[in-house]
């Protein structure tokens, strides 16, 4: 696609709900980026893919939260049991091959409500 | 410990006046940096990029940023902000031995008649 793409775009939920949020990165990029992006925030960096790669987890901030990828394709963020702290807009971005691995593209992102 | 601060949280501007924003640095070898802004309502836009070479960098819609090695940091500039510069922005860094870019907090920038 043209663009690296998110949905659903909003999503409310009642606490104690599991949530899955998808990505679809740019065709051909290798690198997948997942960050939470709370009110009046920086950007927290959760989980990167990269090919068929382990994936780095070291910013998972608990074992409820999980992320999928399968090759070069799309991307689920799964969140079970999500508590009101969960709420934020979470972005995903993707990366070309080679050097210009490091330069990011993000998605408009998931704006997630726990009510 | 790897961070990356952006000192100032919020910045009010004239319209027309000039703009720097301060982005420095911790990390034991020189990262990769870029500069990100976020429009209301829009996802992030890379504005600009520094992976060697040139220490003053050119991006888009007018803006630049200076590498400074010895002060750890890598600020943005531009000589003349227009109303539609009124954004979040954010410096990142990424390591060179590593993966993921980390993120400042952000300067929320605003600018007035």
């Known amino acids: 696609g043209a663009g690296v793409s998110q949905s659903p775009s909003n999503k409310v939920t009642e606490k104690g709900k599991d949530v899955e949020l998808r990505c679809d990165p740019i065709?051909?990029?290798?690198?997948l980026y997942w960050y939470r992006q709370r009110l009046g925030q920086g950007l927290e960096f959760l989980i990167y893919?990269?090919?068929?790669?382990?994936?780095?987890k070291s910013g998972l901030p608990s074992d409820r939260f999980s992320a999928e990828r399968t090759g070069e394709s799309v991307s689920t963020l799964t969140i079970q049991r999500t508590q009101q702290e969960d709420s934020a807009v979470y972005l995903c971005?993707?990366?070309?091959?080679?050097?210009?691995?490091?330069?990011?593209?993000f998605g408009q992102g998931t704006r997630l409500t726990v009510v | 410990a790897q961070s990356v601060t952006q000192p100032d949280i919020h910045i009010t501007v004239s319209e027309g006046a000039s703009l720097e924003l301060r982005c420095n640095y911790s990390y034991g070898a020189t990262p990769y940096l870029f500069w990100y802004v976020q429009s209301p309502g829009q996802g992030l836009q890379l504005l600009l990029k520094?992976?060697?070479?040139?220490?003053l960098v050119q991006g888009i819609k007018g803006f630049e940023a200076e590498f400074k090695r010895s002060q750890s940091s890598f600020n943005l500039r531009k000589p003349s902000v227009h109303w539609s510069d009124a954004a979040e922005y954010f410096c990142a860094v990424k390591p060179n031995s590593g993966y993921a870019l980390n993120f400042g907090k952000g300067t929320s920038l605003l600018v007035t008649p």
């Open positions: 971005a993707s990366s070309p091959p080679g050097t210009s691995n490091t330069e990011a593209f």
């Open positions: 893919f990269q090919g068929n790669s382990a994936p780095d």
């Open positions: 520094y992976f060697s070479g040139d220490t």
């Open positions: 065709s051909g990029h290798t690198a």
